[in-house]
């Protein structure tokens, strides 16, 4: 998942997400910036991804990617009155 402060511009933050993984975030990140997942057959890592160095994810391993099923749930103030 990518992390944009403007979408015209390159990601600021880089984040591998596995198979079956959830992640949640608030604040900033939900708030004051973009987010996205680039279409790709497979995610290499590379020096910019934030989790490079946890288990089993290596500088330059590739990834193949499979079918991805995502689940939003969001919070969004009431824009509109009801009459």
């Known amino acids: 998942m990518d992390f944009y402060n403007n979408l015209k511009e390159e990601p ?3 984040i591998f997400l596995r198979p079956r993984s959830l992640l ?6 939900y708030k004051n910036y973009f987010h996205g997942i680039k279409e ?8 910019d991804v934030m989790n490079k160095n ?8 590739e990834f193949d990617r499979g ?3 995502s689940l939003t749930i969001r ?7 009801k009459k």
């Open 40 to 47: 790709s057959y497979s995610d290499l890592i590379t020096e």
């Open 54 to 61: 946890l288990d089993g994810i290596n500088l330059h391993k």
């Open 67 to 69: 079918i991805r099923v």
């Open 24 to 29: 949640i975030f608030t604040e900033d990140a």
């Open 12 to 14: 600021f933050e880089k």
């Open 75 to 81: 919070i969004v103030p009431n824009t509109i009155k």
